[in-house]
């Protein structure tokens, strides 16, 4: 059954007679009073004041990607004093702001206030865990109050508008901007991008705590080739239509998110920024986004280097015309724009088409009532570091850690037990706070070490081998200790003298973020052999993982019988890992990411398509490695507890050709309470597009005492159980389905059921 049919040529002819009939023009219709005060600023507008408003700048001091030669200071500020720029970027803290805000204010014609967007990524001061650690609680309600807390506490500091969430979904552990996401699945990633805006936003775009969001990178940007950031990406629109759009279509309508970002990527060819199939078709036309798309740091410039425009004047007419509405830092619309219009060759109602949308977004923060009422120093020092803030950091960062192997009951420990602690990260207070932590103070995370002590445990510390030597700052690229081995003997005393090991090992929290990709998948430097050294004298071994991405950890897995997964979990990082080693905390995080057994088997996922040779065969003609198992190390949606969930009575309703409900029983087996993440998973068996193997279409984290039994009910409609073609129709198909419900993407009962 085909439940909404549009037919794309039809579609695209249409198109193409408006734009002649509009000599190539755009136009938007004012709605209602904040598009009359849209309207009214827009008529006193000249045109460079409104190519003023297309124009992004960074600030002073920091820099988020390659700085342009034309970034000096003064011409800057003489800009903003003309009114030709509508906004900063990597400006913040209330009297900067303000400072900054009132040469637009009070010097420009029309006064028009900037507005202040900053990478709120994961908290602002006080730091939660990354996002890919966030995303591996299935706690939508954290996450939502995590964001919550990363605007308030940005706001305080003068910002009012932050690039994120970023929901590009990846399978590639290799890419260095996984940590940034919410892992490898839509529907998660999409779950949690809602949740994202709604805490960026909140309930009142005006109030002087909250913050416009933006959904990035528009599209694609996260399947760049081999895992390589700015990278090429090329692949069919099934895949953009299922996998990519739905996170970024589920930031519009579920969250009525203000901004969109585009990509750094090639889409069919042609770079995002100037993908007039995008943003103007998709985006702004399909599903009527409202607010206004920036460009990504200098991607209008870097069509150059692509080969895609012959100039920056080029570069301006194409990314205008494409419908990127502001421009972060290529100077290409600032410089070039006003011309391209009186020459003829942009239609000045493009112009008017973005400044609209622009304005739009300023009137609804409020910035026309008050541009300075994110700058108030007083609410800075009160809301940077509350209290509550910091509660709330602990209590995500807990839920956020993924207990992935727990032999014999290793885990919890007891504070009896006679405890060596091995680790350079164990020790660092900074390394914790991940990446995108521009705003963090440096070295405020509690470290492991620091988490050990306020819970009151003794242990013996050595550090075992540095993990990177010199500088670690922001920009610059980290040196790895793959030499010093120098400290093995003194751990491997301690080890010896041990009655359990916690070795601390893992990624710093700059080896992943932007820029930052990898080759290999290992335990940076000489950590393996440290780990593989310790284990010959004493194999009771705890390994704490701390990384940005999924590790091929496949020797520890085989050998260590404890390991838990602990990311970068921000400030609170310590006390999170302490609390759940001692087992004041249950860990009940599952993995957002699929973990490999081998940098060879990257991009795995589960949600793979169907083959025509599925596996295993008794012979030798189906997918699979001569050698390495096709399997991961650790699947998608898996993670352990402290105790044991008994799913059972596993019953499939068909209500209608559109409604199925399926109901599941969860009993707590084990003798302390949990929380389980249950998940429900489904595959169209026979379609007109080939179907993934399985894709997750539900979820729900209870909490269970023990001999608990909860029973769980989802409900299946056409939004679940269909999918998009490749012309972007949104079929479902009648025939049968198999659904499997479950602690993870592999183990679950199963059953079929058929829409007539
Ligand atoms: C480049 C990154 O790709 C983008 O995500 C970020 O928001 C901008 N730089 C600004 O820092």
Redesign the pocket.
């Known amino acids: 059954m085909r439940i909404f049919k549009r037919d794309r040529q039809v579609y695209m002819a249409l198109m193409a007679i408006f734009l002649v009939l509009n000599g190539c023009s755009v136009k938007s219709v004012p709605t209602d009073a904040i598009d009359k005060q849209v309207e009214d600023l827009l008529a006193q507008m000249t045109l460079e004041e409104k190519v003023g408003q297309m124009n992004q700048y960074n600030g002073f001091y920091d820099v ?2 390659p700085a342009p030669s034309e970034g000096d200071a003064k011409a800057k500020y003489e800009h903003i004093k003309n009114g030709w720029v509508g906004s900063m ?2 400006v913040r803290g209330a009297k900067e702001v303000r400072r900054m805000q009132s040469l637009a204010v009070d010097s420009s014609r029309l006064g028009i206030p900037m507005i202040f967007g900053f ?1 709120v990524i994961h908290g602002h001061k006080t730091m939660f865990p990354i996002p890919l650690a966030e995303a591996a609680s299935w706690d939508l309600k954290a996450i939502e109050q995590s964001a919550r807390i990363g605007a308030i506490e940005a706001s305080a500091e003068g910002l009012n508008w932050t ?1 994120a969430p ?1 929901v590009d979904v990846s399978r590639d552990a290799r890419w260095g901007r996984v940590m940034e996401g919410a892992g490898e699945d839509t529907y998660l990633g999409s779950k949690i991008g809602v949740a994202r805006v709604k805490g960026f936003q909140g309930d009142d775009l005006s109030a002087n705590n909250t913050i416009a969001a933006c959904a ?2 528009f599209a694609g940007y996260g399947f760049a080739e081999a895992g390589m950031d700015y990278n090429t990406v090329d692949m069919g629109t099934v895949t953009y239509y299922n996998v990519i759009f739905p996170p970024f279509k589920a930031a519009i309508d579920e969250a009525d998110v203000k901004t969109f ?1 585009n990509s ?1 990527n090639i889409v069919n060819g042609v770079p995002s920024t100037a993908n007039k199939y995008l943003q103007r078709d998709i985006l702004k036309g399909e599903w009527g986004f409202k607010g206004f798309v920036i460009s ?2 200098s991607s209008g410039r870097e069509m150059i280097e692509h080969g895609y425009a012959s100039s920056l004047e080029h570069a301006a007419e194409l990314t205008v015309k494409a419908g990127s509405d502001m421009d ?1 830092e290529s100077y290409a619309y600032v410089k070039h724009l006003v011309d391209l219009v009186k020459a003829g060759r942009v239609d000045e109602s493009m112009v008017d088409d973005a400044v609209r949308r622009i304005l739009r977004v300023k009137f609804e923060l409020g910035l026309f009532d008050d541009p300075y009422k994110y700058c108030n120093e007083k609410r800075e020092k009160e809301m940077i570091y509350h209290p509550e803030h910091i509660a709330a950091a602990l209590d995500m960062a807990k839920k956020s850690i993924v207990l992935l192997k727990n032999e014999e009951a290793t885990l919890p420990l007891k504070k009896s037990h006679k405890i060596a602690v091995i680790g350079d990260l164990a020790d660092d207070k900074d390394s914790p706070l991940g990446n995108w932590r521009m705003a963090a103070d440096d070295n405020t995370a509690v470290s492991v070490l620091e988490g050990l002590d306020a819970y009151g445990v003794n242990y013996t510390y050595t550090e075992g081998a540095k993990l990177v030597t010199g500088p670690t700052a922001f920009s610059q690229e980290l040196t790895v200790n793959t030499t010093d081995r120098s400290g093995f003997k003194h751990a491997l005393k301690a080890a010896r003298e041990a009655e359990v090991v916690v070795m601390v090992l893992g990624e710093h929290g700059l080896h992943s973020g ?1 820029a930052r990709s990898r080759a290999k998948l290992g335990l940076p430097g000489v950590q393996q052999e440290l780990l593989e050294a310790v284990y010959k004298v004493n194999t009771n071994i705890v390994l704490v993982l701390m990384n940005g991405r999924p590790l091929t950890i496949t020797w520890a897995d085989e050998h260590v019988p404890a390991i838990v997964e602990a990311w970068q979990l921000g400030s609170q990082t310590g006390h999170a890992v302490a609390q759940v080693l001692f087992g004041d905390y249950n860990p009940s995080g599952k993995l957002p990411m699929t973990f490999p057994r081998h940098v060879g088997q990257v991009p795995i996922y589960y949600n793979q398509f169907r083959t025509g040779r599925p596996g295993p065969r008794n012979e030798v003609f189906w997918p699979h490695y001569m050698d390495e198992s096709e399997k991961p190390l650790y699947p998608f949606g898996y993670g352990l507890s402290y105790t044991q969930f008994q799913y059972t009575d596993l019953e499939v309703a068909v209500k209608s050709k559109h409604q199925v409900e399926v109901a599941v029983k969860v009993t707590n087996i084990g003798d302390r309470a949990g929380e389980e993440v249950v998940q429900l998973y489904l595959h169209d068996k026979v379609a007109s597009v080939v179907r993934p193997v399985k894709e997750l279409k539900g979820f729900e984290k209870i909490k269970l005492e023990p001999e608990q039994t909860i029973k769980v009910v989802f409900k299946l409609t056409e939004k679940e159980m269909g999918f998009y073609n490749g012309m972007g129709d949104y079929l479902m198909e009648p025939g049968e389905f198999e659904v499997m419900v479950g602690c993870n993407s592999e183990e679950g009962l199963r059953d079929v059921f058929v829409i007539e």
Do not use: S
Request: proline fraction near 0%; hydrophobic fraction near 45%; glycine fraction near 6%.
């Open positions: 988020t990607g970027l990597n990478d690039f970023m990035k990178h970002m750094f990504d740091w972060m932007e």
